[in-house]
């Protein structure tokens, strides 16, 4: 109750103790991804956006690489 207190009282809003920075900072993520989702953005452009470029360049090539992987070594 004190949070909207302040909320409603132009006050600053004390930090929720209950959630961690790394849950903040995934919860920001995931409503600036739902937010681009809304928006018709594509999982390319959201991820682009997030990450930038490069990381998601490096998580294509590890991914591409790991498939070739399974696929060539698939028995049967």
């Not at 949070?3 to 409603?8: E, K």
């Not at 294509?60 to 498939?67: C, E, N, P, Q």
Request: aromatic share 8%; with cysteine; proline share 4%.
């Amino acid at each position: 109750m004190l949070r909207l207190w302040q909320a409603l009282s132009a006050r600053p809003v004390t930090r929720d103790g209950r959630i961690t920075p790394y849950q903040r900072r995934r919860i920001r993520l995931m409503m600036r991804a739902a937010d681009g989702r809304a928006n018709g953005a594509t999982y390319r452009q959201i991820a682009n956006a997030l990450f930038g470029p490069e990381r998601v360049a490096a998580v294509d090539r590890r991914a591409k690489r790991a498939l070739t992987h399974f696929w060539c070594n698939k028995e049967g």
